[in-house]
């Protein structure tokens, strides 16, 4: 009799203190995405401390809600806008969104119960941007976020409004969420990493006229490709970038300079070095090609591709000289994930300007000279990996195909075409709404 009242005291006990423990519940997850950001909702029985962490390599977002009891069903499910997927782990008391892309948390806050609704927390998301990272990057070096119990506890009217901690003006709409998706369950053996803020913009001081560094392809002992003539690449390219400089420089609306200006040869490294150090807001390298077959002719433009400048990041950051300004960051500041982040950032902004250039020079060249089919083209040429500097490769045309040989050897020729690649600068600079002095 007496050990059967004992266990039946330790049952109790033992029960009571697990429901103590986790007296908190988790009744639902959902996800919406709307204009320009991806809400996560998660429904609480009670109100609880957080915190909300990014990451990078992969990119996610860790929510951490404490100890509570999950009352919902491990269905598998996607995500939507930036948010790939979502899943939760029981046992560390932690929600997982996995992200398309690196992205920002703009607005994390707990909304109070209404007549509908228990308690709410509220998470948005949004796409980095250089410019968001630049206005509040200092938020992101704190490790976790205030949490609502503790500004409860020192304020009772804000127990009524949705506290929040934003690295963005906008406020959070009082609108109804919309219907959301469900999660799928994260084992607790998996590791959780995510995506942090966007970086400081490359942006044009007013008072100074953008430099553009131009690139003469190959020169000295390297002669680049032979034409059907035996003209080298080397020369071609020089006399192109010679012309170019002069008519950018006629404009009075650019600083010019060139990668060299002779026959001189030049390691690719040099090259970009160069044009970082001179706070390049272009560059763009001059080439001619050379195939077997004499028949094809055109010019083609090249930036660079996703897969190179992945490598070329990376690379990047495990360098010694990290602390050099990406994109006017101090990386030696950083950690090594908000490090990555901020690289990572900082080029694909880059690639995103390198691509509107080479749309602005296909339209303006194609007035003028034939091209290739699929003109802009992508590759991991070394001279296009500066991770700050908007850059292209510019294939004139074929040296193989004499007729092409021919004209590029033509001063009036090159002439035409400097014109058309002072137009495409010219747009450019517009398309960015960047006021040329």
């Not at 059907?228 to 006629?250: D, N, P, Q, V």
């Not at 002779?262 to 090609?289: C, G, K, P, Q």
């Not at 194609?366 to 500066?386: D, M, N, Q, S, Y």
């Not at 092409?404 to 600079?429: G, T």
Request: charged share 20%; aromatic share 6%; net charge neutral.
């Amino acid at each position: 009799m007496f050990v059967t009242v004992a266990l039946w005291i330790m049952m109790s006990l033992a029960h009571a203190l697990g429901e103590q423990a986790f007296a908190a519940e988790v009744t639902a997850v959902r996800m919406g995405n709307h204009r320009d950001h991806t809400r996560f909702v998660v429904d609480l029985s009670e109100n609880l401390s957080f915190s909300v962490s990014p990451t990078s390599q992969p990119d996610r977002v860790i929510v951490e809600i404490g100890a509570v009891a999950w009352r919902m069903p491990p269905v598998s499910g996607g995500g939507t806008g930036v948010v790939r997927r979502y899943r939760y782990n029981d046992v560390a008391a932690q929600i997982v969104l996995e992200l398309v892309r690196p992205a920002v948390i703009t607005k994390a806050f707990m909304l109070s119960p209404d007549k509908n609704h228990g308690w709410r927390l509220v998470i948005d998301v949004t796409e980095a941007t250089l410019e968001a990272v630049a206005h509040d990057q200092h938020l992101h070096r704190e490790s976790r976020m205030p949490t609502v119990a503790h500004l409860l506890n020192n304020d009772d009217s804000l127990s009524q409004q949705a506290l929040q901690v934003s690295v963005s003006s906008a406020q959070l709409s009082s609108s109804q969420p919309p219907a959301m998706t469900s999660v799928s369950p994260l084992m607790s053996s998996q590791r959780v990493a995510v995506p942090m803020p966007p970086l400081p913009p490359v942006s044009l001081q007013k008072e100074r006229r953008p430099m553009i560094v131009l690139d003469p392809g190959h020169g000295g002992a390297d002669p680049g490709a032979t034409g059907f003539s035996g003209i080298f690449e080397k020369h071609i390219t020089l006399a192109m970038a010679l012309e170019l400089r002069e008519k950018l420089l006629g404009t009075n609306r650019y600083r010019v300079m060139l990668t060299r200006e002779d026959d001189t040869f030049i390691a690719l490294r040099e090259r970009v070095a160069s044009a970082r150090a001179h706070n390049a807001d272009l560059f763009i390298s001059i080439h001619a090609d050379a195939i077997a077959t004499p028949e094809i002719c055109g010019l083609s433009v090249y930036t660079l591709s996703e897969e190179a400048s992945d490598q070329e990041a990376a690379a990047l950051a495990e360098r010694e000289n990290r602390a050099d300004l990406i994109g006017g960051i101090d990386l030696s500041r950083e950690s090594r994930d908000v490090a990555n982040i901020l690289i990572d950032l900082v080029q694909r902004e880059t690639m995103n300007h390198s691509a509107q250039l080479a749309s602005a020079f296909t339209r303006e060249l194609r007035r003028e000279i034939r091209l290739l089919p699929k003109t802009h083209r992508f590759a991991g040429f070394a001279v296009l990996k500066a991770p700050d500097v908007p850059a292209i490769l510019l294939e004139m045309g074929y040296l193989s195909n004499p007729k092409e040989e021919q004209l590029l050897h033509q001063p009036a020729y090159r002439a035409k075409l400097s014109s058309a690649m002072v137009r495409a600068v010219d747009d450019y600079f517009k398309r960015r709404k960047i006021s040329l002095l």
